[in-house]
């Protein structure tokens, strides 16, 4: 009698235990397995979101998805397409409110090299801290999170992916899983790239815009450059790992426009003026160009800092001091380069364009695949 | 070989004579286990590469290890100093591959010193977890040349090309077909092969016998004559140069004084000092000789191309060193490795090309060859010497750990010591911990210095 009472206690408890532990068991999850060129530089990923192969899966598709936006209307590749090395080719993005935003879409590529601050001016400090931002900003996709998370609970196929990934749906999935999708949109093949494997010797008009592209220019000993690699070393992947290394003030405006960048974050005086030196990959595929998509092409950048650049008293010393021909005017500031070497820069910027990168079925839109296949 | 157990002759007949340099010790590291989750923690925390180094490692036959090319940490304030951190397979080869060189687009190369693979090119990359690995080992084609020495990258009239030095040249049963190979650094195609033998050249012709140091600056190249790599009689006196402009020799000259051990001098590694090192610098020649245990300058008139009479700035039989090897620096200093007692001395780079001592010598083990400059975790200066020769014995020698037979200049290890004060920080003994001798230590970003070991 007193057996039968135990097991009877002791059966619940046992189903109850096991329905739990099904529930909250911990997805078997699988790591992504890639190489990067050894030139990129180490690279980390949080340890709280490693990158399985199940959050890329579920990123990719929230990340092409409107559901994500108030109206239906707006996904993440609204503004980040992948033929234009996921920008949108406008001055400045437009989302839900149809107004246009205060910021150019940045290029979304090698994202996992390097940054500790994300967006123009630094604002956010992870991957997984800038996803949500768009979703909730009011201008861009102004999805309420609490309505997403029921949505997302409501679709069959989000309910399996979520659950493959992270267990469940939450709002910390979403962030984690768009942050790996992107940290997967990795770039390593344009000419360049295959430049520096040797694969491929550039033209002589592409080598002469490398050399000016490394160069700072010194006229002691008439050696001319374009001063490139001063503020962008990172050309190649996301940007600096280091404190706010990477952010400049480049002379767009003097002291009286000068715009907040950087003070945003950090309030100090010193930092207005200063955003973020974006990476150059794919950069011909990425007008206009500049934090708020004032230039069109990149002549139009090149002539910037080939005589256009506008003092103000965060002006970066880097610009102030280049100079390919002796300094004559204090007041003017050009890097003086003439029609040719203008034309090698160009060039050469144009080789840092991954045409695979732009084309990778693994980073397209998943519903244009699923439509595809029936 | 032979030339190795001439080697031996020599620095036994000469270090006969002295008293070993005691030099204070510091304990082999022993400790190998290491905490993953620790250091999964700190990659992820700071850039802990900075103080890792590659670095070649022979097998030793009796001893059952083989060949690879290791990423080392070497932080002796790190729990993991002198932990292996990643290990690549060599292929089997004729002979070990002998230095490791990053090319200006940061390619990495390393050169053999047998005939099956002389030079190749590495291709390292980062696997998924961000660890640096080696994915593709390439032995190049060099149309048959032997035993590969030091490599150098220079721009001649807006041309850049990969010059490399040929000990063994395209016969190593030949008394003098040394060659200096000239490659596109791009593809790695011979553009051609610099060969002028003595044998072959008119009287009074400049020649090139077993080319091994190279240096160069604008149109002039320097190499040097060291020793035969396979005919224990043939030594060299000489360096040799070349006009970057023909590739063609034009001149050669004799470096050599005293004998000390009754060879030639044997000039192993140059060094052009050149206004790119030392602003505003006179431009000379510095050669060490192998066997005539000195450093010479070869001064050299910009105007009118013309190289004056050597002198001898330094005199290893008189100072008690022998066997100078490598040519290091940084921003500030110069440093020379002498093998013999195993010391590096240094000197004030802005006093180039004379020798101004800039400090005490850094005492490390015998065989001091190569050297890396980097800096601790937290932040303190430091110097890696490899004292280690050569490792080229093998079971025909009879020998327990196939390489002892040059045991005075093969420590097998890795000294750490603080670069202001000399301190001896670490010590990696490769041959006690990993069973295998170390060839050559390169910083895994590169050392930073145009040095052409």
């Known amino acids: 009698m007193k057996s039968a009472k135990v097991v009877g206690v002791l059966i619940p408890i046992f189903i109850a235990s096991t329905i739990y532990y099904i529930n909250n068991k911990k997805p078997a999850t699988h790591l992504v397995e890639f190489t990067a060129p050894f030139v990129f530089g180490r690279f980390t990923v949080p340890q709280n979101n490693p990158l399985t192969q199940e959050s890329v899966l579920l990123g990719r598709r929230l990340f092409y998805d409107p559901l994500l936006s108030s109206n239906n209307q707006v996904s993440c590749a609204t503004c980040h397409k992948q033929p234009l090395a996921f920008t949108d080719g406008l001055k400045t993005s437009v989302g839900v409110s149809g107004k246009p935003l205060a910021f150019n879409s940045m290029s979304l590529v090698n994202l996992m090299w390097g940054p500790k601050h994300f967006f123009w001016n630094g604002r956010s400090p992870s991957l997984e801290d800038q996803a949500i931002q768009p979703i909730e900003h009011l201008d861009e996709m102004s999805r309420n999170i609490e309505d997403l998370l029921v949505d997302l609970n409501n679709d069959d196929t989000y309910r399996d992916l979520f659950k493959r990934a992270f267990g469940e749906v939450s709002a910390q999935g979403i962030a984690k899983a768009l942050a790996n999708f992107q940290r997967m949109l990795i770039s390593s093949n344009s000419r360049y790239d295959q430049y520096i494997r040797g694969e491929l010797t550039l033209s002589s008009i592409e080598e002469q815009g490398r050399k000016l592209f490394m160069a700072h220019p010194d006229t002691k000993v008439i050696l001319r450059g374009g001063n490139c690699i001063d503020c962008h070393s990172q050309f190649l992947t996301g940007g600096f790992s280091t404190m706010f290394d990477g952010f400049s003030n480049n002379g767009l405006d003097d002291d009286q426009a000068l715009q907040a960048g950087l003070f945003t974050l950090t309030n100090n005086e010193a930092h207005r003026g200063l955003f973020k030196a974006p990476t150059l990959r794919n950069i011909a595929v990425t007008a206009p160009y500049m934090h708020d998509g004032r230039f069109t092409t990149l002549e139009d950048v090149l002539a910037h800092y080939n005589g256009g650049i506008k003092r103000s008293k965060t002006l970066s010393p880097l610009i102030i001091e280049a100079d390919n021909i002796p300094k004559t005017q204090k007041n003017h500031i050009s890097l003086n380069l003439n029609d040719d070497e203008i034309i090698a820069i160009i060039a050469f910027l144009h080789t840092l364009t991954d045409k695979e990168f732009l084309t990778n079925p693994a980073f397209s839109n998943p519903f244009t695949e699923e439509n595809n296949n029936g | ?453």
């Open chain 2, 1 to 453: 070989m032979c030339k190795l157990l001439l080697i031996a002759l020599a620095i036994i007949l000469f270090t006969g004579c002295n008293e070993p340099i005691k030099t204070p010790q510091t304990q082999t590291i022993t400790k190998t286990a290491v905490n993953t989750e620790q250091t999964s923690t700190k990659n992820s925390a700071v850039n802990i590469e900075e103080t890792q180094a590659l670095v070649l490692l022979s097998g030793l036959p009796t001893l059952g290890t083989t060949d690879s090319i290791a990423i080392i940490e070497m932080d002796p304030e790190s729990a993991n100093f002198g932990k292996i951190l990643y290990d690549y397979p060599l292929p089997k080869l004729d002979a070990p591959m002998h230095h490791l060189y990053y090319s200006p687009n940061g390619r990495l190369y390393a050169t053999g010193l047998g005939s099956q693979c002389s030079l190749a090119e590495i291709s390292l990359v980062r696997n998924a977890m961000a660890e640096p690995i080696i994915n593709k080992f390439d032995c190049l084609n060099t149309n048959g040349q032997n035993v590969g020495e030091d490599i150098m990258w220079h721009s001649v009239n807006g041309e850049l090309y990969m010059f490399v030095t040929f000990m063994g040249g395209s016969d190593l049963t030949q008394l003098d077909t040394g060659t200096v190979g000239v490659f596109n650094p791009q593809t790695n195609e011979v553009i051609k092969i610099i060969e002028a033998r003595k044998s072959q050249v008119a009287q009074g012709q400049p020649y090139i016998m077993f080319p091994h140091g190279i240096s160069a600056y604008g149109d002039r190249m320097v190499v040097t004559s060291s020793t035969h790599p396979a005919i224990a009689s043939e030594v060299g006196n000489t360096v040799t140069i070349i006009d970057l402009n023909t590739f063609e020799p034009i001149e050669t000259i004799v470096i050599e004084d005293a004998n000390p051990v009754g060879f030639p001098s044997s000039p192993v590694e140059v060094l052009f000092v050149r206004p790119s090192i030392v602003e505003g610098v006179e431009p000379a020649i510095l050669v060490n000789t192998l066997f005539g245990f000195e450093t010479w300058k070869i001064p050299y008139n910009e105007q009118t191309k013309i190289f004056s009479t050597p002198e001898k700035l330094y005199d290893g039989a008189t100072a008690g060193t022998a066997v100078p090897l490598e040519f290091y620096g940084n921003e500030d200093e110069l440093f020379i490795s002498h093998g013999v007692p195993g010391i590096v001395k240094r000197y004030d780079l802005k006093q180039l090309p004379n020798l101004v001592s800039s400090g005490e010598d850094i005492k490390a083990e015998s065989g001091a060859h190569h050297m890396i400059f980097y800096k601790s975790a937290a932040g303190r200066k430091l110097i890696a010497v490899q004292n280690n020769l050569l490792n080229l014995g093998d079971v025909k020698d009879n020998d327990p750990t196939d390489i002892d037979f040059i045991a005075k200049l093969n420590h097998h290890s890795l000294t750490v010591h603080d670069l202001v004060t000399g301190e001896r920080l670490g010590e990696i003994n490769f041959k006690e911990k990993y069973q295998k001798g170390i060839d050559n230590i390169e910083a895994l970003f590169g050392s930073g210095f145009t040095h052409h070991h």
